[in-house]
């Protein structure tokens, strides 16, 4: 496209240059024929100009075609979202299976949507647990920390709480925060002495030993 607009632009200015060359070369008889000249040499000009403008237009339309449809080609195709027909009962374990078959991020979408749309439902505390296990298996254990202590925070009474606070702990030790780490380890056992997880924490079968 863009040559077609260049031999477009060429052909106008070489018409332009035998315009001009063969006024140049007509001598004038008059005051009168030197203003006439002047009028159709302006007119040309003017036509001319208008004539590259509307070329320089298009061509910058043109362009700006071809980056749009660059863009579109390099955007990623959208994550699909769970319906929202579907309810939690009927979400959650589709994103445990796809958890368990180890598609971590269509798993994190659906716990994701989950949390979002069904805040106070007696799972939410599970849902968000297993977000921060899908940042956590993928090694993004900052994200996984913000999951866990929310859980933690807005569900502290929730049976995933004590295991909450075992990843955290986890993760700081995934992150050589080792300080952090025991900290953690030292509130688990005096939050949730009771509790699976403080039990493991004791026996030595966690990453920690005793």
């Given at each position: 496209m863009h040559k077609n607009l260049f031999w477009k632009l060429c052909v106008l200015l070489v018409c332009l240059f035998i315009f001009l060359g063969g006024c140049?070369?007509?001598?004038?008889?008059?005051?009168?024929?030197?203003?006439?000249?002047?009028?159709?040499?302006?007119?040309?000009?003017?036509?001319?100009?208008?004539e590259i403008r509307e070329l320089q237009r298009e061509i910058n339309l043109q362009q700006e075609g071809l980056n749009r449809l660059k863009q579109v080609r390099?955007?990623?195709?959208?994550?699909?979202?769970?319906?929202?027909?579907?309810?939690?009962?009927?979400?959650y374990p589709e994103g445990r299976s796809r958890y368990l078959n180890k598609d971590y991020v269509g798993a994190a979408e659906t716990f994701r949507y989950l949390v979002q749309n069904y805040p106070d439902?007696?799972?939410t505390p599970n849902a968000l647990y297993w977000l921060g296990e899908c940042y956590y298996t993928q090694k993004q254990y900052d994200?996984?920390?913000?999951?866990?202590?929310r859980v933690i925070r807005d569900f502290p009474r929730s049976p995933k709480a004590p295991a909450a606070l075992l990843k955290i702990a986890?993760?700081?030790?995934m992150l050589k925060q080792g300080n952090t780490a025991m900290t953690h380890l030292?509130?688990?056992l005096k939050k949730y002495p009771k509790s699976r997880e403080a039990k493991m924490v004791r026996q030595g079968k966690t990453i920690f030993k005793p």
């Open positions: 140049t070369r007509r001598p004038l008889r008059s005051n009168s024929d030197y203003i006439a000249l002047e009028s159709k040499i302006e007119r040309v000009e003017k036509t001319a100009t208008q390099v955007q990623p195709a959208p994550a699909s979202t769970p319906s929202p027909a579907k309810k939690m009962e009927e979400l439902h007696k799972l994200q996984a920390i913000a999951r866990f202590e986890y993760s700081h030790s030292q509130s688990l």
